[in-house]
């Protein structure tokens, strides 16, 4: 089992920045993808940025590209989401994930290819 505790959200106006973390306890071994979805008020769960194992390779969504940034450190556990320029849009719960599966061929971006999930922390973005 692996367990993710989020934290950082709050209510920012829009054009801040936030800083999301997520830390990872358990079998964090058995982890090689994590990653960040959000959740607004009757929307679907939609993907927001993925990292590998080492750190090195990132894939965002469309909408947060150029403003988000993930990030790891696997020595302490933890992944992060820096987001800058926030938009009201922005607005959602967030939510970090992990699985323990990649098949290289394709960043997983569909909420039913992870196998782990945080309790989600909320960020509020006012116009």
């Known amino acids: 089992q692996v367990q993710l505790v989020e934290s950082g959200g709050g209510l920012v106006q829009a054009g801040s920045s936030l800083r999301l973390s997520c830390a990872a306890s358990?079998?964090?071994?058995?982890?090689?993808?994590m990653g960040w979805f959000r959740q607004a008020p009757g929307k679907e769960r939609e993907f927001v940025a993925v990292i590998n194992r080492s750190g090195y390779s990132t894939y965002y969504s469309d909408s947060v590209k150029g403003r988000f940034t993930i990030s790891r450190d696997n020595v302490k556990n933890t992944v992060n989401l820096q987001m800058n320029s926030l938009k009201p849009d922005d607005t959602a719960v967030y939510y970090c994930a992990a699985s323990t599966s990649f098949s290289g061929v394709r960043w997983p971006v569909m909420k039913d290819e992870y196998d782990y999930w945080g309790q989600g922390t909320q960020v509020t973005v006012s116009s």
């Open positions: 358990g079998r964090t071994g058995s982890v090689v993808v």
